[in-house]
């Protein structure tokens, strides 16, 4: 077997049974070790400590996590007690309740912070106070709509 300078590498991987291109993809293989555990716990932390740092001050960091978080989770909350997306429960939960209860305060007092937390499908209807994030859908006539009223 003739091996490349690289010892990790070989080309019977690339090229012979064990092909990269055989292989499943990372993401669909569940991968729960106790390093990968850590991170994602921390990475969650980091996330929650900045939309909650949102009370104290108003800032551009935490609107645009805030924004991210509400368009990538969705406006409701998932079930916690469920399997799917459960690890997500604790920040998709912290950053509905955050935009639930003080988004309305933030676009008065800052609104340029305000208009950062609306990313990608995400926008805000002023006339009925919410929240509406499009889902693209091309085989229906009308786009499927997700709402969240703000207080």
């Not at 693209?136 to 499927?144: F, R």
């Amino acid at each position: 077997m003739v091996k490349t300078t690289f010892p990790f590498f070989s080309l019977r991987a690339m090229w012979g049974r064990n092909s990269y291109a055989t292989q499943t993809p990372h993401s669909t293989k569940k991968i729960a070790g106790s390093a990968t555990k850590i991170i994602a716990l921390k990475v969650r932390r980091l996330l929650y400590d900045e939309i909650k740092d949102m009370d104290r001050f108003a800032n551009f960091k935490g609107a645009r996590i805030l924004g991210y978080c509400l368009h990538v989770l969705g406006l409701k909350v998932t079930d916690r007690h469920k399997g799917y997306q459960r690890e997500f429960y604790p920040i998709q939960a912290a950053a509905v309740s955050w935009a639930k209860a003080n988004y309305g305060k933030l676009l008065l007092d800052h609104p340029k912070v305000a208009s950062v937390v609306l990313q990608g499908s995400l926008s805000f209807d002023a006339d009925k106070k919410r929240f509406v994030k499009t889902y693209a859908n091309d085989t229906e006539k009308e786009p499927v709509r997700e709402f969240l009223d703000i207080d």
